[in-house]
T-cell receptor
Framework: SQTIHQWPATLVQPVGSPLSLECTVE??????LYWYRQAAGRGLQLLFY??????ISSEVPQNLSASRPQDRQFILSSKKLLLSDSGFYLC???????????????FGSGTQLSVL | GENVEQHPSTLSVQEGDSAVIKCTYS??????FPWYKQELGKGPQLIID?????GEKKDQRIAVTLNKTAKHFSLHITETQPEDSAVYFC?????????????FGSGTRLSIRP
């Protein structure tokens, strides 16, 4: 069965410090991978998605970047965090095949990031 | 691009009563309509979905209805229980060609009053 791992679960970082959040998927190959951000009490904002190694699409201009060094690894980074980067970050995956099953998104457990 | 609007943003119902959450979409090519439930401090989980070839789908106390003419789909929860308290999201666009860019509604915070 497929599983998705996301860590750390919580993170407190000072303004201006770097960030690295990691997400890995097991039990599937060549998935679509996603990073979403959720501000407190708000909806899910799509930040990045990737359809393959080294292929990253950015949805909103921001202080963050994403990388996919391996097929099932997705990393969210920042060189210098801002206060506005605080939020709940969610990694997700789905199948790439053009079938009815490919739209079901599976989410990780999230990382609560507080920038102080 | 696809636009998904979800209402209401918050909903409070008495335990045992029903709850209804509605989403409207703009892409007429959409053919997949899912609902996700997010409990506090966790990632969203798919709870029910429907495809455009049917108008309604039920799974125990939850159901989803689809009106393709009006471009809206709704989540219905009957006999609500405390564990139904969560944030619920609909998602679009639901067409295979754009499956790599799934956009969510703004969410509905459902509270069940004892």
């Amino acid at each position: 069965s497929q599983t998705i791992h996301q860590w750390p679960a919580t993170l407190v970082q000072p303004v201006g410090s770097p960030l690295s959040l990691e997400c890995t998927v097991e039990g599937t190959s060549n998935p679509n991978l996603y990073w979403y951000r959720q501000a407190a009490g708000r909806g899910l904002q799509l930040l990045f998605y990737s359809v393959g190694i080294g292929q990253i699409s950015s949805e909103v201009p921001q202080n963050l970047s994403a990388s996919r060094p391996q097929d099932r690894q997705f990393i969210l980074s920042s060189k210098k965090l801002l206060l506005s980067d605080s939020g709940f970050y969610l990694c997700a995956w789905n199948l790439q095949e053009n079938t009815p099953a490919n739209e079901k998104l599976f989410f990780g457990s999230g990382t609560q990031l507080s920038v102080l | 691009g696809e636009n998904v609007e979800q209402h209401p943003s918050t909903l409070s119902v008495q335990e045992g009563d029903s709850a209804v959450i509605k989403c409207t979409y703009s892409d007429s090519a959409s053919n997949y309509f899912p609902w996700y439930k997010q409990e506090l401090g966790k990632g969203p989980q798919l709870i029910i979905d429907i495809r455009s070839n049917v108008g309604e789908k039920k799974d125990q106390r939850i159901a989803v209805t689809l009106n393709k003419t009006a471009k809206h789909f709704s989540l219905h929860i009957t006999e609500t229980q405390p564990e139904d308290s969560a944030v619920y999201f609909c998602a679009g666009p639901g067409s295979y060609s754009s499956a790599s860019k799934i956009i969510f509604g703004s969410g509905t915070r459902l509270s069940i009053r004892p």
